[in-house]
């Protein structure tokens, strides 16, 4: 096969491919124009802007309270930190206060919607791969989790639970032991999967030092989240930019070893993941051990929300940091809304990284990142 | 560094990271500068358009590792042309930021490898996140408006929200 390859490679016959936008392993609607020669690629050329909705015009037409259910949107596998991100803009800017149960409620729906991002992720990378039933398994999982989701807020995807200055509803009676019963029959899972596939033989061939990503270059293509821990840099913003109530909690921030491979490699992207799910657990745990010693306020809404400056928030979302930088005017709409995500820049080294790549290993890449569509096009 | 003095008080009172306003022919050596100094991640870059004031405010939102630290830096650009260095070889990520910013605000970026359109179409006309953009009624023979579902539906009354 080896041979095969580079005879082909001495014709030096090249072939454009067009990959997307409806491809079913691009993980959404994104197109690659893949020029390759043989089985090994010269570059995969990322087009993005088929999911672009217009997410920072729209914050533009609407209220700052009104535009809660678009930040949803921007990321739908993950929308609970886009939720968080921008009410912490927005307080941020105001100068409001959040009472402590929000921040506690906040931070549970977060870590949990994180826990089934990651099941998303993890799941569909193993099956980019060719392992189909880890998928279905594991998508079990998230299925609880968005029950447990949609008993809190009434949504399974699109929660618009998180509000300026609160949350929109306490947790209904039960569901503090519903969450913990699901956190107790979880933690086996998560062992299941190690022996599924975390340490699978075929699994870690094909991902070992594949597509090894190092430390200095995924800070300079500006990698956030667990894409940049798996490159060996020590960095979370909820421990290093602290938010809501996570300095209260104790956790470990996950950071890639190199295992079974190089640091930075598709399996150490892999790796992290798996561990933020214990990490996010434990965070769960605690905040509903801590959340019965606070008053029963969940939300103080704002009488007038007029602000006038900026501010910036840093959200640690299952992509990454995802940030929100809103301008005020005056008004009652955002005079300006950024969001800025992971997969944006996730989607950005996708081009350097797949040179000399084989066309398949490019799947593999793109599932490792985590790249999410819309999170990329807003 | 010109560290001058923000020209509205209230809009470095909610920001907790040093921020600077910048010349825009001094960016480019700042950047060199900032970067040397450390500020390895660029976080986020943000194109405002203050259409009253008739200048387009680019927002770098900058992050070193190392130290912990955060730093923002503002560029004032005129509206008619704004124009600025490209650092897309300073910071990597400047890349996709500046085309991202090129296309919906119209900022060019002198010295971009490659600044194409990356969200909207290639033929798109105009730059959508300006504040006087009006939408063409029509994109390559498609209609970009659609008309309001519950007008048409005879059996629902308007909304009285829209009597007024």
Same mark, same amino acid.
């Given at each position: 096969m080896g041979e095969l390859i580079l005879a082909n490679e001495a014709t030096g016959e090249e072939m454009t491919l067009n990959m997307g936008p409806q491809h079913p392993s691009t993980h959404g609607v994104i197109r690659f124009i893949i020029k390759t020669d043989g089985e090994i690629m010269r570059e995969a050329v990322p087009d993005v802007g088929y999911l672009h909705r217009a997410i920072e015009h729209i914050a533009e037409k609407c209220t700052y309270e009104g535009f809660m259910p678009y930040t949803d949107r921007v990321d739908y596998v993950c929308a609970m930190p886009a939720n968080h991100a921008w009410a912490l803009a927005v307080e941020k800017l105001a100068g409001l206060e959040v009472p402590e149960r929000a921040e506690y409620l906040r931070v549970i729906t977060d870590e949990l919607n994180r826990i089934s991002s990651h099941c998303i992720a993890l799941g569909a990378m193993a099956m980019d791969v060719g392992a189909i039933t880890p998928f279905t398994y594991i998508l079990r999982e998230r299925e609880y989790v968005n029950e447990l989701l949609e008993m809190i807020c009434g949504a399974r995807l699109t929660y618009n639970y998180h509000r300026i200055g609160g949350v929109g509803w306490d947790m209904p009676a039960g569901w503090r032991d519903k969450v913990l019963a699901w956190c107790d029959h979880f933690a086996p899972v998560m062992d299941e999967f190690d022996r599924l596939i975390t340490n699978n033989a075929l699994f870690v061939q094909r991902l070992a030092k594949l597509a090894v990503i190092a430390a200095d270059e995924a800070i300079d293509y500006g990698l956030v989240g667990p894409n940049l821990r798996a490159a060996g840099v020590d960095f979370d913003v909820r421990r290093d930019v602290p938010y809501s109530i996570y300095p209260k909690l104790k956790f470990e921030v996950p950071v890639g070893r190199g295992l079974v491979g190089t640091v930075g490699d598709a399996w150490d992207r892999y790796w992290v993941r798996a561990q933020e799910w214990r990490q996010s657990v434990s965070m769960v745990r605690q905040c509903l051990a801590q959340?019965? #010693?606070? #008053?029963?306020?969940f939300w103080k809404a704002p009488k007038k929300l007029k602000p006038v400056g900026d501010a910036m928030a840093r959200v640690e979302a299952a992509r990454g940091d995802m940030s929100c930088y809103v301008v005020g005017d005056g008004g009652t709409n955002a005079y300006r809304a950024r969001f800025r995500t992971g997969s944006f820049n996730a989607m950005g080294i996708i081009r350097d990284k797949s040179r000399g790549l084989m066309v398949a290993d490019l799947v593999a890449l793109i599932a490792s990142l985590d790249v999410v569509a819309p999170e990329i096009d807003r | 560094m010109s560290d001058e003095v923000a020209r509205d008080a209230n809009v470095e009172a909610n920001s907790d990271a040093a921020v600077s306003r910048v010349r825009a022919d001094e960016w480019r050596a700042t950047a060199e500068r900032l970067r040397a100094d450390? @500020?390895? @991640?660029?976080?986020n870059l943000t194109a405002v358009d203050w259409i009253k004031e008739e200048r387009i405010e680019l927002v770098y939102h900058l992050w070193s590792y190392a130290r912990r630290q955060e730093r923002v830096v503002k560029i004032d650009l005129p509206r008619g042309e704004p124009t600025v260095a490209s650092v897309a070889d300073v910071w990597r990520a400047a890349n996709w930021y500046e085309r991202e910013q090129y296309d919906l605000l119209g900022v060019r970026f002198a010295g971009h490898p490659d600044l194409r359109r990356i969200l909207m179409p290639e033929d798109w006309p105009g730059h959508p996140m300006r504040k006087d953009y009006v939408e063409a009624p029509s994109y390559n023979g498609m209609p970009t408006t659609r008309a309001n579902t519950l007008e048409l539906l005879p059996i629902w009354d308007k909304p009285t929200w829209d009597k007024k």
């Open positions: 959340i019965d #010693a606070t #008053a029963p306020e | 450390g @500020f390895d @991640f660029l976080q």
